[in-house]
């Protein structure tokens, strides 16, 4: 008996809620809206349909008139539209037109997520693979320095291309304006420590917190160098040495660490056409790759128009890396750079347009 009348109420639910359906009552069709989630529920209860001839449902978002038997083919397709809107990535936005018809040019821009700090570079990391075949990343460590740095700023601007620079702070405080210059060229600008220092060797691999300094000392210094420039949380440990507990600090701090898919050894090499030979042999056997580099080695900036020359005759393409938000800073260490600065702390504090005039010429 009680078996029959639960099995008589389920029927004249759904006959309610197909009558309501057909009477215009409650629908989930919006236009290309998702449905709306109260509690979690998708579809309406047989108690919500099931409503009188003298109090109409109402409808959600209907803009015209539906036929009852095309209502679930109409909201079939839908659901079909909105599964395509929600699987398709993001339209890429153009690159910027490059005034020279010769130059070798972006072949695309990526963004990095650092949320929890990724590793990149196959020679260690091999989960983040994203180039294509013939994609190339060019990055350069050491920098800034006077002459080679703005030497390899002006091939890559005359080629219409960008790259990523890992600066050691010290430098980007003594030179701050070559920062400065990258980023508002569009390059990309990260970290490489304070001083340059192998964290995997002591005193720092037995101390952590002298480590931290001196990974966050250069984040720091870079950023002041920017001034008002975005810097990204981009980190290069020195000589690749990457200590597993500095790996796991970096995630906190949402800083990506990059390796190198091939290191050119350019450090060893005098001439520009050495280095030239070396990066282009090693693509040539990898297909593609995040590129090692310093602009801190002269021979390394003389390269760069033939470098940049070969590469086009080669049919590799330049990747250029952005992050998806710039980095941030931690007070401690920012007022550690400041100190470092001795002689310009106390009276320096006018600016030079107020304390400098001409007065004759």
Same mark, same amino acid.
């Given at each position: 008996?009680?078996?029959?009348?639960?099995?008589?109420?389920?029927?004249?639910?759904?006959?309610?809620?197909?009558?309501?359906?057909?009477?215009?009552?409650?629908?989930?069709?919006?236009?290309?809206?998702?449905?709306? #989630?109260?509690?979690?529920?998708?579809?309406?209860?047989?108690?919500?349909?099931?409503?009188?001839?003298?109090?109409?449902?109402?409808?959600?978002?209907?803009?015209?008139?539906?036929? /009852?038997?095309?209502?679930?083919?109409?909201?079939?397709? =839908?659901?079909?539209?909105?599964?395509?809107?929600?699987?398709?990535?993001?339209?890429?936005?153009?690159?910027?037109?490059?005034?020279?018809?010769?130059?070798?040019?972006?072949?695309?821009?990526?963004? =990095?997520?650092?949320?929890?700090?990724?590793?990149?570079?196959?020679?260690?990391?091999?989960?983040?693979?994203?180039?294509?075949?013939? %994609?190339?990343?060019?990055?350069?460590?050491?920098?800034?320095?006077? $002459?080679?740095?703005?030497?390899? +700023?002006?091939?890559?601007?005359?080629?219409?291309?960008?790259?990523?620079?890992? $600066?050691?702070?010290?430098?980007?405080?003594?030179?701050?304006?070559?920062?400065?210059?990258?980023?508002?060229?569009?390059?990309?600008?990260?970290?490489?420590?304070?001083?340059?220092?192998?964290?995997?060797?002591?005193?720092?691999?037995?101390?952590?917190?002298?480590?931290?300094? %001196?990974? %966050?000392?250069?984040?720091?210094?870079?950023?002041?160098?920017?001034?008002?420039?975005?810097?990204?949380?981009?980190?290069?440990? /020195?000589? +690749? *040495?990457?200590?597993? %507990?500095?790996?796991?600090?970096?995630?906190?701090?949402?800083?990506? =660490?990059?390796?190198?898919?091939? #290191?050119?050894?350019?450090?060893?090499?005098?001439?520009?056409?050495?280095?030239? @030979?070396?990066?282009?042999?090693?693509?040539?056997?990898?297909? @593609?790759?995040?590129?090692?580099?310093?602009?801190?080695?002269?021979?390394?900036?003389?390269?760069?128009?033939?470098?940049?020359?070969?590469?086009?005759?080669?049919?590799?393409?330049?990747?250029?890396?952005?992050?998806?938000?710039?980095?941030?800073?931690?007070?401690?260490?920012?007022?550690?750079?400041?100190? *470092?600065?001795?002689?310009?702390?106390?009276?320096?504090?006018?600016?030079?347009?107020?304390?400098?005039?001409?007065?004759?010429?």
């Amino acid at each position: 008996m009680r078996l029959g009348v639960i099995a008589a109420l389920m029927t004249f639910g759904l006959a309610a809620l197909v009558m309501a359906q057909m009477a215009g009552g409650p629908s989930f069709v919006s236009g290309l809206s998702p449905p709306q #989630d109260r509690g979690g529920a998708v579809f309406a209860s047989a108690s919500q349909a099931a409503q009188t001839d003298a109090t109409p449902a109402p409808t959600i978002g209907i803009t015209q008139a539906v036929a /009852p038997q095309a209502r679930v083919a109409s909201a079939a397709r =839908i659901a079909l539209a909105h599964s395509a809107i929600a699987a398709e990535p993001p339209a890429a936005q153009p690159l910027a037109t490059c005034n020279n018809p010769d130059a070798l040019g972006l072949s695309r821009v990526v963004e =990095i997520d650092t949320t929890g700090g990724p590793a990149f570079g196959t020679e260690h990391f091999k989960q983040y693979d994203f180039l294509h075949d013939k %994609e190339v990343v060019l990055t350069f460590d050491d920098g800034p320095w006077p $002459e080679n740095t703005p030497m390899v +700023l002006k091939a890559l601007q005359e080629n219409c291309i960008k790259a990523t620079f890992f $600066e050691i702070g010290e430098h980007a405080t003594w030179r701050p304006d070559l920062t400065r210059a990258l980023v508002s060229a569009g390059m990309t600008v990260g970290s490489h420590t304070w001083s340059h220092r192998d964290l995997a060797k002591n005193p720092y691999a037995k101390d952590i917190e002298q480590a931290k300094q %001196e990974i %966050e000392m250069g984040v720091s210094a870079v950023h002041m160098a920017a001034a008002s420039g975005s810097i990204a949380p981009f980190f290069r440990f /020195p000589a +690749l *040495q990457q200590p597993p %507990e500095l790996i796991a600090y970096l995630g906190t701090r949402n800083i990506a =660490i990059f390796s190198a898919d091939i #290191d050119t050894f350019d450090f060893k090499l005098r001439k520009p056409e050495d280095v030239v @030979k070396s990066a282009m042999t090693k693509l040539a056997k990898n297909g @593609k790759g995040i590129l090692l580099m310093h602009d801190f080695q002269h021979a390394t900036a003389q390269a760069m128009p033939e470098l940049i020359r070969q590469l086009k005759a080669g049919g590799y393409k330049i990747v250029h890396m952005v992050p998806k938000e710039p980095v941030t800073t931690l007070a401690k260490y920012d007022d550690m750079v400041r100190a *470092q600065d001795k002689y310009s702390i106390s009276n320096n504090t006018r600016s030079e347009s107020n304390v400098v005039k001409t007065i004759a010429q």
